[in-house]
């Protein structure tokens, strides 16, 4: 079964604006990952968040983890085009499986 | 019931050998993927295939070749084992068409090279 549940499970907004999403999960993790994947593509690891970190940033990403709430949000500021996609967070826990969840589908309007 | 069966579970195998890791889904999907898990546990894409044909293949070394007998089987055939080989190599499979693309892992292949 997924562990990771994203939400919502899709948005639109417009180009420049900011997208969130968020991931809950219900177990104890080492690690929770961010993914893209655009249409007929793969996934592609966007950043990682160590289950002692709060907040990571990778050039308009932005993570964060709140381990007492089970849950990471994704933010992209000033989203472009290029940004629509599905992203999905995933963690590993204890038994070091990876556990992908149903993925955000985002789409930026012109 | 395994969604995506991957075989074998381990392998250990040395330098220079040519090895084959099988993987099978009983989802009906018609996309299927490789992916090798590195020492800081990201997935990276290596091949998707889509109805039998390649329609992904990353930057990977010719030494791996994919072949799909049929849509519900993706095999991952590697030549001439390194030592960087060594790690987790996982399969997934999804159904094309609208919305989120939900991928279904397989339980992955622990492969060391010796």
């Known amino acids: 079964s997924q562990q990771g549940e994203e939400d919502p499970q899709a948005l639109s907004i417009q180009e420049g604006e900011n997208a969130t999403m968020n991931c809950s999960y219900k177990?104890?993790?080492?690690?929770l990952q961010w993914y893209r994947q655009n249409s007929g593509r793969g996934l592609v690891h966007l950043i990682l968040?160590?289950?002692?970190?709060r907040e990571k940033h990778s050039g308009r990403l932005r993570v964060t983890l709140d381990t007492s709430k089970k849950s990471s949000s994704l933010l992209i500021t000033a989203s472009r085009a290029a940004d629509t996609a599905s992203y999905f967070c995933?963690?590993?826990?204890?038994?070091?499986?990876?556990?992908f969840g149903k993925g955000t589908r985002l789409h930026i309007l012109p | 019931d395994t969604a995506v069966s991957q075989t074998p579970k381990y392998l250990v195998t040395q330098m220079g050998n040519d090895k084959s890791i099988k993987c099978e889904q009983n989802l009906g999907h018609d996309t299927m993927y490789w992916y090798k898990q590195d020492s800081k546990k990201f997935l990276k894409i290596m091949f998707s295939y889509n109805n039998k044909e390649l329609i992904i293949n990353e930057t990977v070394p010719n030494r791996f070749s994919p072949k799909s007998p049929d849509k519900a089987h993706l095999n991952l055939h590697i030549n001439s084992l390194e030592l960087g080989d060594s790690a987790v190599y996982f399969c997934?499979?999804?159904?094309?068409?609208?919305?989120?693309?939900?991928?279904?892992f397989g339980p992955g292949t622990r492969l060391t090279v010796t």
């Open positions: 997934a499979s999804s159904q094309m068409g609208q919305g989120t693309i939900q991928q279904y």
């Open positions: 968040i160590r289950s002692n970190e």
């Open positions: 177990t104890s993790i080492n690690n």
């Open positions: 995933a963690t590993d826990g204890p038994d070091d499986k990876i556990i």
